[in-house]
């Protein structure tokens, strides 16, 4: 009975020795696949950041040249104008200078082209053919073209005298207003006779109290209101 007992005691042993190893190299397994999908997740990480080096230098590539081709295309564009605009002033003042030197070097006294003969006809041949066919030209009375001339000239002055009223009115009003406006600034900016403003000059008169000086001073003011509005304007300038 001892020796089945230690029988079964190493069978036990060999047993677990077994499930041991079973286990080392399951673990060994788990291992080589876990190290395998690391490296595999190594090398896509790797191939991920390659695109996405080569993506942002190509989009950094993109926006450089077209940047640099907005600016050379401004700096084209304020050349063309410019050779544009020179191109307008040089043909303005080549055509100012040709017209002036036309009109200094021109001949008043220069005798002017006669009509051909053979043109004075064919105008006068038109001239009868026209009045042939529309009647003969009806003039207007000398006495009516004066009659007209002296309403028109009439209206004309009628005209300029209604301007000129009402010029004067607007001037009038504008003048108007700025008194207007002048007196009730004045008035705004008085003081009340029981207001007293403490000044210095007050101390170094004796002989003028302090009531007789707001007094004076409102009196002063009242007196401003009655001027032209320019003094008045004058007067708050100063």
Same mark, same amino acid.
């Given at each position: 009975m001892i020796k089945s007992e230690e029988v079964e005691e190493?069978?036990?042993?060999?047993?677990?020795?077994?499930?041991?190893?079973?286990?080392?190299?399951?673990?060994?397994?788990?291992?080589?696949?876990?190290?395998?999908?690391?490296?595999? =997740?190594?090398?896509?990480?790797?191939?991920?950041?390659?695109?996405? #080096?080569?993506?942002?230098?190509?989009?950094?590539?993109?926006?450089?040249?077209?940047?640099?081709? #907005?600016?050379?295309?401004?700096?084209?564009? #304020?050349?063309?104008?410019?050779?544009k605009a020179a191109l307008v002033i040089q043909r303005a003042f080549r055509h100012w200078t040709h017209s002036k030197r036309q009109k200094t070097t021109a001949n008043l006294f220069q005798g002017f082209d006669r009509i051909r003969e053979e043109k004075l006809k064919e105008l006068q041949r038109e001239i009868k053919m026209r009045e042939l066919i529309q009647g003969p030209v009806k003039m207007t009375d000398m006495s009516r073209l004066e009659e007209t001339h002296s309403t028109v000239q009439g209206?004309?002055?009628?005209?300029?005298?209604?301007?000129?009223?009402?010029?004067? #009115?607007?001037?009038?009003?504008?003048?108007?207003? =700025? =008194?207007?406006?002048?007196?009730?600034?004045?008035?705004?900016?008085?003081?009340?006779?029981?207001?007293?403003?403490?000044?210095?000059?007050?101390?170094?008169?004796q002989l003028l109290p302090h009531a007789t000086k707001a007094r004076l001073q409102h009196k002063q003011e009242l007196c401003n209101i009655s001027k032209p509005w320019w003094k008045k304007l004058q007067h708050d300038e100063t």
């Open positions: 190493e069978e036990e042993e060999e047993d677990d020795d077994d499930d041991d190893f079973e286990e080392c190299e399951t673990l060994t397994e788990l291992d080589d696949i876990n190290i395998l999908s690391m490296t595999r =997740n190594i090398a896509n990480m790797k191939y991920y950041l390659y695109e996405l #080096r080569e993506k942002s230098a190509t989009t950094i590539q993109a926006a450089w040249r077209s940047h640099r081709a #907005r600016a050379r295309y401004i700096l084209v564009k #304020r050349e063309l104008l410019r050779d209206k004309l002055v009628s005209f300029y005298a209604r301007a000129s009223a009402g010029k004067s #009115r607007d001037q009038a009003l504008e003048a108007k207003y =700025n =008194n207007m406006q002048a007196t009730a600034l004045i008035l705004q900016d008085s003081s009340s006779l029981a207001q007293n403003e403490v000044d210095l000059s007050w101390y170094y008169c």
